[in-house]
Nanobody, 116 residues
Framework: QVQLVESGGGLVQPGGSLRLSCAAS????????MSWYRQAPGKERELVAT????????RYADSVKGRFTISRDNAKNTVYLQMNSLKPEDTAVYYC?????????WGQGTQVTVSS
């Protein structure tokens, strides 16, 4: 079955960096677009970044453009989110996402907390 396992979250000071990873299995990773979403307390889940199957195209939420970079390694079935210049408003649970046969799949999430 489809599995998405996130890692790399934690506590970081404002201005710091983190790299999230999402290990995927149970589907043909090399043909699927992958996305990162986040959900802050009391807020709806929002799309952070998307990358196409060959990494040709990426898309970012306006709030993270220029600070976050999504990438993937198709040999390792892994997608990454490099987060730089982190702000307190980036605090959220970050989720990996893909769609297989019109069904959305989610990982368990990884907490990112930006605080001094």
């Amino acid at each position: 079955q489809v599995q998405l396992v996130e890692s790399g979250g934690g506590l970081v000071q404002p201005g710091g960096s983190l790299r999230l990873s999402c290990a995927a299995s149970g589907f043909t990773f090399t043909t699927n677009a992958m996305s990162w979403y986040r959900q802050a307390p009391g807020k709806e889940r929002e799309l952070v970044a998307t990358i196409t199957s060959t990494s040709r195209y990426t898309r970012y939420a306006d709030s993270v453009k220029g600070r976050f970079t999504i990438s993937r390694d198709n040999a390792k079935n892994t997608v990454y989110l490099q987060m730089n210049s982190l702000k307190p408003e980036d605090t959220a649970v970050y989720y990996c996402n893909t769609k297989v046969y019109y069904t959305n799949y989610w990982g368990q999430g990884t907490q990112v907390t930006v605080s001094s």
